[in-house]
């Protein structure tokens, strides 16, 4: 990390992984910070996908993405396994969020400590609703929407998180867009456009249950047959 906070250049091997690559290094940082809470200093491959159900192959092949790290017949080192996976994600720094929807979800998100721990700071509040406008959640002042281009530069936030209707979701994506932000996570049940050079992740928590449902009826199916 640069002395002014910014993120160190990552290698390019790192700027072409997949996004299920990226999702998979995310399940390895988490068992990994495991191991390393239970004193464990060197780990191969096999005992990192065991858990999470990836074979020790693809653990290799994603983990080769971060340099050469391993040691045949020794393992990695967890503690450099650990840094190199959290420079790579990006998450070796602090990123600052604003949250705009400040309902039931957004209140939720703002009380989950997770996010402090992977470097994640909500820094504003928006919504539309007048009754809560002016209200502080969690130390934060909520801001009216139409206040975005004003408050988010001088706070600097990298992301926005969408907690808004449908209806409201690309509107409020273009308002802070505008302001200046580069990422995007969207909850809202709709697909949300960006320009080039603006990333979005959509969680949409009911096609996740779509899938649930089919792979349980998928299972129960074969039992079946």
Partial sequence: MSNHGEPRKRPETDLRLSRASVGRLSLYLRRLEELHAEGVGKVSSGLVGEALGVTDTQVRKDLASLGRLGHPGIGYDVSDLIAAIRSTLGIDR???AALVGVGNLGRALLRYQGLAARNFRIVALFDTDPAKVGQVAEGLVV???SQLGEVLPPVGANLGILTVPASAAQNVADELIAAGVKGLLNFAPSVVRAPAGVSVVNVDLTMQ?????????????????
């Fill in 143 to 145: 801001h009216p929407t």
């Fill in 209 to 225: 249950l779509e899938q649930l449902a089919f792979l349980v009826h998928m299972a129960a199916s074969e039992r079946l047959d």
């Fill in 94 to 96: 602090e990123w600052s």
